[in-house]
């Protein structure tokens, strides 16, 4: 047997609760709550303007990386084409493919094994590894054309 009733607070109103006379409690849902500031109560005691600002830096986060992704993509084609002989673009392209998919199927696990099992330390050397490499690689590309 069950009833449903309603239930306020001066704080939070709450949707109607259905009361069970079996096991478990019978818990109900938030819908609008708000401190009597106006301001929304904590989620799971964390404030609500935190959980904005975190919301916030991983979209801010998603974006970058895509802008990344798209900057590195049509970056990549300078060093592919422009030093190949015109008689070995060929070759120049299927070394180009070959390192580009084992660093696809290594990746996974050269930047998994220091971030996991490194620790703090691992990650500060994983995350000094991209400036380092990212700052070179003009130098590589530039020589290039020597």
Do not use: K
């Amino acid at each position: 047997m069950s009833t449903t009733t309603s239930h306020t607070s001066p704080s939070c109103a709450f949707a109607p609760v259905e009361t069970r006379t079996g096991p478990g409690p019978a818990l109900p849902a938030r819908v609008d709550c708000t401190t009597t500031t106006g301001h929304p109560e904590p989620v799971d005691g964390v404030p609500t303007s935190r959980v904005h600002l975190e919301v916030g830096v991983l979209v801010a986060a998603g974006v970058l990386h895509a802008l990344g992704e798209v900057v590195q993509v049509a970056a990549a084609w300078s060093p592919a084409f422009e030093p190949a002989p015109e008689h070995a673009h060929g070759q120049y392209q299927g070394l180009f493919s070959t390192s580009t998919s084992a660093g696809l199927m290594a990746g996974s696990a050269v930047v998994a094994l220091p971030a996991v099992d490194g620790g703090l330390a691992g990650r500060l050397a994983l995350g000094g590894v991209f400036p380092v490499s990212s700052a070179a690689l003009p130098l590589v590309v530039r020589d290039t054309d020597r």
